[in-house]
């Protein structure tokens, strides 16, 4: 199917959909209008058991989570997302909220399952341009092997939302013995980098800027869950980050403060494709600090980094991991970086948000 034109005569019972081309402030109002949207795009689009409860709110039977029964914890996560536009090279304002809150659970080691999602729709919105955004989500979501199970939509007055927003939560189990958390380097661990840094921060503002280079740049929107699942068989991992806003510099930074230990990374072992180097450069931003939407940092201990690097390189959303760095006794709390000059800089959070709205 077109992604840009969705099917809307295959969807269930279409006709009072297709009498309404937009989104009106009617869809919001809890009445048969609201029911219609529901009834007709997101429970097909969805169709689960859970969701099919269609109660306020969705009864989990968390035994059927748990092999053997209660053994492991719970992991619960919720993000908002406002990116603009709501389609860029490489995804949607749908699956990103899919993959991102997936990718939440994921980096505490949990096995994604449930999602919540809550649709903040903006009068006037298309209704195609909503009907593919849902088409996708639910693509997204059978990708990533999770069930969206309760779901709300509000309406707002054109000109408040940017056309959508989309608000997600996740639940996930934590399989016994895992212990994955960002406290948890410890000096003598190495740093590794599931690919190139930078993609989905510049394939937004290409976008939104109306850039354009010889080659496409796409965002590296993807579930993780299945990459982290293929790093714990491999071996013991100490702390996963996923480098969404603020990029790598962010994570590092974040994990060296919770840990107390010092973190340093050679600059020039971070992947970077030369044509985001290159939109960086037209732009006056650091690759480090551009978001990602499908790209994790890893800090484990040495004697699992080559089992671990391997494993991760079979997989199709580590096939570039590398080593970049190290956690070290000295300075704790803070990032080094070794330049390619063969000097060295602190590398400290970014002052600022430099891409607004790129999730």
Not at 217 to 224: C, G, M, N, T, Y
Request: glycine content about 12%; proline content about 6%.
């Amino acid at each position: 199917m077109d992604k840009e034109k969705p099917n809307i005569l295959g969807w269930t019972c279409p006709r009072p959909l297709m009498n309404y081309p937009t989104i009106v402030m009617g869809h919001g109002a809890g009445g048969k209008m609201m029911a219609d949207l529901i009834e007709h795009l997101f429970v097909p689009a969805f169709h689960n058991p859970w969701l099919g409860q269609m109660g306020d709110s969705t009864s989990l039977d968390l035994s059927t989570l748990f092999q053997p029964p209660s053994a492991g914890q719970l992991a619960f996560t919720t993000d908002s997302f406002v990116v603009s536009p709501l389609f860029f090279p490489g995804g949607n304002i749908g699956e990103l909220a899919v993959y991102g809150t997936v990718n939440d659970l994921a980096m505490r080691g949990a096995n994604p399952h449930f999602l919540s999602a809550g649709f903040i729709l903006e009068e006037g919105l298309p209704m195609e341009t909503l009907g593919n955004i849902v088409i996708s989500m639910a693509a997204a979501c059978r990708k990533a092997g999770v069930s969206i199970v309760t779901a709300d939509t509000k309406v707002v007055q054109k000109g408040s939302a940017g056309g959508l927003f989309i608000n997600t939560s996740g639940i996930g189990v934590i399989p016994e013995g895992v212990d994955i958390g960002p406290a948890n380097a410890r000096p003598g661990d190495l740093v590794l980098v599931s690919g190139t840094m930078g993609d989905h921060g510049i394939a937004v503002m290409s976008v939104r800027v109306g850039l354009s280079f010889e080659t496409e740049i796409r965002s590296d929107s993807a579930p993780l869950n299945g990459l982290v699942e293929s790093m714990r068989s491999a071996g013991e991992i100490h702390c996963l980050r996923d480098a969404t806003r603020g990029g790598l510099v962010a994570v590092l930074n974040e994990l060296a403060a919770a840990s107390s230990a010092g973190i340093e990374f050679e600059e020039s072992s971070v992947p970077v494709r030369p044509e985001v180097t290159a939109a960086c450069e037209m732009l006056g931003f650091d690759p480090l600090s551009i978001a990602n939407e499908g790209k994790l940092v890893a800090i484990l201990p040495r004697e699992s980094t080559e089992a671990v690097l391997a494993a991760m390189r079979t997989h199709e959303y580590g096939t570039n991991a590398v080593i970049i760095g190290r956690v070290v006794n000295d300075h704790p709390g803070r990032v080094i970086a070794n330049t390619v000059i063969g000097g060295k800089r602190v590398v400290d959070l970014p002052a600022g948000e430099l891409l607004p709205r790129i999730c």
